[in-house]
């Protein structure tokens, strides 16, 4: 069965950085995109970035574009986002999502997501 | 960007139908598909409504999606409630720019 599995989340500084990884199994990572999206303590889902199935077009939230950077290595079938000069607003539980079969830009499957908190 | 604004909250007896209204504020709401989500506390979301109206395998045919053009608005159905269904639902689109955007979330209540 489709497994997607976040880590790399903890505890960060302002301005520091931090990569979160996520491991795909059960589906056939290479023929997917893939989203991250997250989620502030009590509050709803935001959008952060896709990436196609064979990484040629990614796109970014303007909230997050130029400081974050999303990536995927296939031969390992894991997602990666690296997030730089991290902030307070950034702070929130960080799930990945593989693309619907129908819609690259509907969610068909979510991880369990990984918790990130920025603070001093 | 556009925003999608929902109902904070909503709450209905089980066995009745509730719908949950998903409004786009620009462009028209026929222009890019809408998608439904449920989550409930504790756990990730999962997809209930796919492409406006389309139901994933496994997700009972109590549950509904359509959308109204004079109002720019999507709604979910959700008919035959049971207290299993109390949980959040987000609604989803996106834009021709690649940007997605997800609405405020409604807390569903069923008692």
């Known amino acids: 069965q489709v497994q997607l599995v976040e880590s790399g989340g903890g505890v960060v500084q302002p301005g520091r950085s931090l990569r979160l990884s996520c491991v795909a199994s059960?589906?056939?990572?290479?023929?997917?995109?893939m989203h991250w999206v997250r989620q502030a303590p009590g509050k709803g889902l935001e959008w952060v970035a896709v990436?196609?199935?064979?990484?040629?077009?990614?796109y970014y939230a303007d909230s997050v574009k130029g400081r974050f950077t999303i990536s995927r290595d296939t031969s390992k079938n894991t997602l990666f986002l690296q997030m730089n000069s991290l902030r307070a607003e950034d702070t929130a539980v960080y799930y990945c999502?593989?693309?619907?079969?129908?819609?690259?830009?509907?969610?068909?499957?979510w991880g369990q997501g990984t918790m990130v908190t920025v603070s001093s | 960007n556009f925003m999608l604004t929902q109902p904070h909250s909503v709450s209905e007896s089980p066995g009745k139908t509730v719908t949950i209204s998903c409004t786009r504020s620009?462009?028209?709401?026929?222009?890019?598909?809408v998608q439904w989500y449920q989550q409930r506390p504790g756990s990730s979301p999962t997809t209930v409504i796919y492409?406006?109206?389309?139901?994933p395998s496994g997700v009972p045919d109590r549950f509904s999606g359509s959308f109204d053009t004079s109002s720019n608005s999507a709604s979910l159905t959700i008919s035959g409630l049971k207290t299993e269904d109390e949980a959040d639902y987000y609604c989803?689109?996106?834009?021709?720019?690649?940007?997605?955007?997800f609405g405020g979330g409604t807390k569903l209540t069923v008692l």
């Open positions: 492409k406006d109206d389309q139901r």
């Open positions: 989803q689109s996106y834009d021709s720019s690649n940007q997605v955007t």
């Open positions: 990436i196609w199935y064979d990484g040629s077009n990614k």
């Open positions: 059960g589906f056939t990572f290479s023929g997917y995109g």
């Open positions: 620009s462009g028209s709401i026929a222009s890019n598909y």
């Open positions: 999502a593989m693309t619907h079969p129908a819609l690259v830009y509907a969610f068909d499957f």
